[in-house]
């Protein structure tokens, strides 16, 4: 089974560089290539304090590791709506976590699952507009908001558009699908000290270009 490493992370990094730099592309990546669901997420260290998101975007579905790493880095960091795009001076703060899911299982009911093992993916009806909903949580959310399962299903709806009232009778209704994932967390000081070891090259913020998103 493939599992998240610090190669790809150091890919989604050398990927943002590149943009920043104006490169054409980034350096080949140091993993196998193969077809996984995979995410990346970009957050923030703001005065010394908890990381907050910056962009989080992937697939639920089999994508090739590269082309994937290579295109959800930079969607991630500049496209995703909820956010402003990442700016080269945001560097500095940066860490990425690289996500290959795995162990996609049917759930019997939206309690069918585990705070802090499984990620989960909803599907419903939205009765007030006749449209079907669906949006995903990665495994490590629930569990760093502190959220029981009833409390992440709900916040999940909210995420997915849903802006009615949330029964216990819609909840029942919800088609959910659980999985797990593998990760791995990387920082712009390690990515650095990465590069300096293993590259033996310095590949600086100061040296940034402006560019167009």
């Not at 010394?48 to 962009?55: A, F, H, M, S, Y």
């Not at 994508?63 to 930079?74: C, E, Q, V």
């Not at 029942?172 to 070891?197: A, P, V």
Request: contains cysteine; glycine residues 6%; aromatic residues 10%.
């Amino acid at each position: 089974m493939v599992s998240a490493n610090k190669e790809m992370a150091v890919f989604c990094f050398d990927t943002l560089l590149a943009h920043f730099n104006n490169s054409e592309e980034a350096p080949v990546p140091g993993f196998q290539d193969g077809q996984h669901p995979l995410f990346v997420t970009w957050k923030k260290v703001v005065n010394g304090g908890e990381p907050r998101l910056r962009g989080c975007i992937g697939t639920l579905e089999p994508h090739a590791l590269i082309d994937g790493f290579r295109d959800y880095a930079l969607t991630s960091a500049l496209r995703d709506r909820r956010f402003s795009p990442i700016q080269p001076e945001e560097l500095p703060g940066l860490e990425c976590t690289v996500s290959v899911l795995t162990d996609y299982e049917t759930a019997s009911d939206y309690l069918d699952w585990e705070v802090g093992t499984h990620g989960i993916i909803i599907k419903f009806i939205d009765a007030d507009y006749n449209v079907r909903r669906s949006g995903t949580y990665l495994p490590e959310v629930a569990e760093q908001q502190g959220w029981t399962q009833t409390e992440a299903i709900d916040s999940l709806m909210r995420k997915a558009g849903y802006k009615g009232a949330i029964t216990e009778s819609l909840r029942k209704q919800i088609e959910l699908t659980r999985y797990k994932s593998t990760i791995y967390t990387m920082s712009y000081d390690d990515y650095m000290s990465y590069i300096k070891t293993a590259r033996s090259a310095t590949p600086s913020a100061v040296d940034l270009k402006p560019s167009n998103y």
